[in-house]
């Protein structure tokens, strides 16, 4: 019944620039092809509503477009399933939100998973200083990895890691693009094909 090879699908919500899915796309098939796990850009993109538009805040709250695009990648059978978004989101009891993923105890996460990022704040120029494209590119990929990670059922780490929680741009830029050991260790217990045996 389960698919053998699996995907990560990159879906894009509302608008934002190809060039970046590409890019995105590059850095994660570096990083998860020993995986055996391959990325894909779709091609139907998930529109934004204006229910998830606070007009106050002027943010998108990001749990119900992650509950969205978890039905959508449950119903799609698609193992892994990552939304990019180019507007500033926030999440319950949250400023901001760099990410957000499919928590780590649901028990569906075997089977599927989701996660989204947004990109907004990841370019200096939201806090006035001049760009630096190869930073930005950076800051998606690792923004993208550690939130797929939570979807693998990592949970934050104190290591050298990509893991590791960063509530700010500098404490991004600090971190690495790799797992530490002990997240990789993990990581590969649970994509074990053992484990996705029905
Ligand atoms: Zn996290
Ligand atoms: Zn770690």
New binding site residues.
């Given amino acids: 019944m389960f698919k053998t090879e699996k995907k990560i699908y990159i879906r894009k919500i509302g608008d934002i620039n190809n060039t970046i899915l590409e890019e995105l796309k590059d850095g994660l098939n570096k990083i998860f092809n020993k995986f055996n796990l391959s990325i894909k850009i779709l091609n139907d993109e998930m529109p934004l509503k204006q229910s998830d538009y606070n007009k106050a805040r002027q943010q998108y709250f990001a749990d119900p477009i992650l509950n969205r695009l978890f039905q959508y990648s449950i119903n799609k059978q698609f193992f892994r399933t990552l939304g990019i978004l180019d507007v500033d989101i926030y999440s319950a009891g949250l400023n901001f939100v760099f990410g957000i993923a499919t928590a780590p105890e649901n028990k569906l996460l075997k089977f599927y998973g989701t996660c989204i990022i947004s990109v907004t704040r990841l370019r200096q120029e939201f806090y006035n200083y001049e760009s630096n494209e190869e930073l930005f590119k950076s800051r998606t990929l690792k923004e993208a990895v550690h939130e797929l990670g939570h979807t693998f059922g990592l949970r934050h ?1 104190k ?1 050298y ?1 990509i ?1 590791r929680f960063s509530n700010h741009l500098g404490e991004t830029d600090e971190k690495p693009v790799e ?2 050991d ?2 990789l260790s993990k990581l590969s217990n649970f994509l074990d094909d053992k484990n996705f045996r029905s």
């Fill in positions: 780490c290591n890691c893991m797992y530490c002990s997240c």
